[in-house]
């Protein structure tokens, strides 16, 4: 019986060029990642949703307040809209209620959020993740950025989405991702179309 091990192709210096269709490489033990990106309708996940913390917290800077990230209450209105930089799974949302660590007496303005809808290759799981780390006003240790709010750092903790509805979707936001004041924090929200 011949080895068959003896008429395998190597992959190695010799055959790596710029073309890898075929040959060696895909008969070899390696992986190639690749980008998945999705294009979601430009009709769906815009207008008016409601936007609820889906519980108080007692972590975090805001977890020394009211334990709300936007505004003195778990519930307010935002208007998602396309985001200019993202067009084709993008959106983007500036809430009024109020500002950061209002439960603490400061209530800065927070920037612009920016959510992109994604999809995970590998599982095939849906979910939605902060794409910019967002100003709020505040320091706690002279750190330049100060207190941001971004994507939480696990994908694990991120919020899931329907595809084929825009009535409702989750979302996580992760408060003081540089850890300016305290380790990061992930909030969890639930938006709902109006």
């Known amino acids: 019986m011949a080895d068959n091990y003896q008429h395998r192709q190597k992959f190695g210096p010799d055959n790596s060029g710029l073309n890898i269709t075929g040959g060696a490489f895909y008969n070899s033990p390696f992986a190639q990642n690749i980008t998945m990106s999705l294009e979601v309708p430009q009709d769906q996940f815009v207008g008016t949703y409601q936007l ?31 985001d200019p930089s993202n067009t084709l799974n993008g959106r983007v949302f500036k809430t009024d ?8 007496g400061f209530g800065t303005e927070i920037d612009s959020i920016r959510v992109a809808f994604t999809q995970n290759p590998a ?12 100003g709020t006003g505040l320091t706690c240790q002279n750190v330049s950025a100060g ?9 694990s903790l991120e919020s899931n989405w329907d595809p084929n509805n825009d009535n409702q979707f989750g979302l996580t936001i992760a408060e003081d991702v540089l850890g300016d004041c305290a380790p990061s924090n992930p909030i969890t929200f639930t938006l709902t179309k109006q």
């Open 52 to 82: 609820e913390q889906d519980a108080a917290t007692t972590s975090g800077t805001v977890g020394l307040g009211d334990g709300y990230l936007f505004g003195p209450d778990a519930t307010t209105t935002v208007e998602l809209k396309i």
């Open 97 to 104: 209620a109020g500002g950061y660590f209002d439960g603490g």
């Open 123 to 134: 599982t095939g799981d849906y979910y939605t993740t902060v794409t910019n780390q967002a």
């Open 147 to 155: 207190i941001v709010l971004g994507a939480p750092a696990e994908v």
